[in-house]
């Protein structure tokens, strides 16, 4: 992505678009979330932007099609743009997470990540709990923000996206 006369220019899933540099802003959603005991949420519609979460308490099922993906107190989740699931979160007494929300995914490769827990990083956790930490969004978390996602990227599991594949996830 670059930016001209105000306006950040991104290329994402073989498309180019733009916006200008305050909705770019606005593209992101980072918060910390805290839940008694239980907490469903129905994502069949699918998600409107892709999310990092760190757990910080309790545990988490999410439901994709046939697949089950459990997540534990430490684990990073990455949920992709547009996912269909369904998740339960329990905790004793609380739960607790990082929902780090964000539009735009470096993808130049053009390649379909997948919902997936990411290898165990304690680096990585503390970047997402200082991000979140923030009460404002500036460049400098921005920054902080993609130097995160530039070192989580090459760890997850990706397939090609195949002109089929892309005609599904239309």
């Not at 932007?49 to 990455?78: P, Q, S």
């Not at 992709?80 to 997470?97: A, L, M, Q, T």
Request: charged share 25%.
């Amino acid at each position: 992505w670059y930016s001209l006369k105000k306006r950040i220019i991104f290329y994402t899933k073989g498309v180019y678009f733009s916006v200008n540099s305050a909705l770019f802003c606005k593209s992101f959603s980072f918060n910390t979330f805290s839940f008694v005991q239980y907490k469903y949420t129905d994502n069949n519609r699918g998600t409107r932007t892709n999310y990092l979460a760190y757990l910080i308490k309790g545990h988490a099922r999410f439901r994709i099609e046939n697949e089950t993906v459990t997540m534990t107190e430490g684990d990073i989740l990455f949920i992709p743009e547009g996912c269909r699931y369904r998740s339960y979160w329990y905790g004793d007494p609380k739960i607790e997470f990082i929902s780090l929300g964000f539009r735009c995914l470096p993808n130049f490769q053009n390649l379909n990540y997948p919902l997936q827990i990411l290898p165990r990083d304690e680096k990585a956790a503390e970047v997402m709990r200082e991000i979140a930490a923030h009460k404002s969004l500036d460049a400098a978390v921005i920054g902080r923000f993609y130097t995160l996602v530039g070192k989580l990227l090459p760890r997850m599991s990706h397939r090609a996206v195949t002109s089929q594949r892309a005609l599904v996830d239309k």
